[in-house]
């Protein structure tokens, strides 16, 4: 299975996390089971109201847990440290590996039933069905250049590619 880091990297950056933050997070965590949310905030390099923000949405997505220890020595009341859950991010990256899985299958199914047709100047004019392109008399709605047929079979082969290296990452993720 991979690494937990890894995966904490990926979780992170399924629920919108930015990259440099999830790597420095990885980094903060691979060091540590248990940090000091001070030394979160350090780490990432942010404002602690910002740093917060992302941990408690974290912890919303059950990627990490935390607890307050009272400090009589502290000049502040409590201080909170953060664990990793776990079972938390290997269960939201199947959850999102899953997702993807059946947005591509559905991709997939929709190349393969429908003729499509597109733009013959610029394919990101224009790009629909059959039904939609007589609805224009076969002109591009941008441009006025003429719709032709879409070779499809780049897309499909690499729509199912993907498919499958999602299976081969969710079978490695169950073991």
């Not at 020595?73 to 909170?80: C, F, I, K, L, M």
Request: negative net charge.
């Amino acid at each position: 299975m991979r690494k937990i880091a890894e995966l904490l990297a990926l979780a992170l950056i399924s629920i919108g996390i930015d990259e440099d933050i999830a790597d420095k997070f990885e980094k903060t965590f691979s060091e540590n089971n248990e940090v000091l949310e001070s030394r979160i905030v350090e780490d990432l390099g942010v404002e602690p109201a910002s740093a917060r923000r992302i941990l408690f949405k974290l912890q919303y997505e059950n990627i990490m847990r935390y607890r307050k220890v009272t400090n009589a020595e502290s000049d502040r009341n409590h201080e909170v440290y953060w664990t990793l859950n776990k079972e938390g991010i290997l269960k939201l990256v199947k959850r999102r590996v899953r997702m993807m899985r059946q947005n591509l299958q559905k991709r997939l199914e929709y190349e393969t039933s429908e003729i499509i047709y597109e733009c013959a100047n610029e394919p990101t004019h224009a790009r629909m069905p059959i039904s939609d392109a007589m609805a224009q008399n076969f002109i591009c709605p941008e441009c006025g250049a003429s719709l032709i047929q879409t070779a499809k079979e780049n897309i499909i082969e690499n729509l199912s590619k993907l498919i499958e290296l999602l299976d081969n990452i969710l079978s490695d993720l169950e073991k």
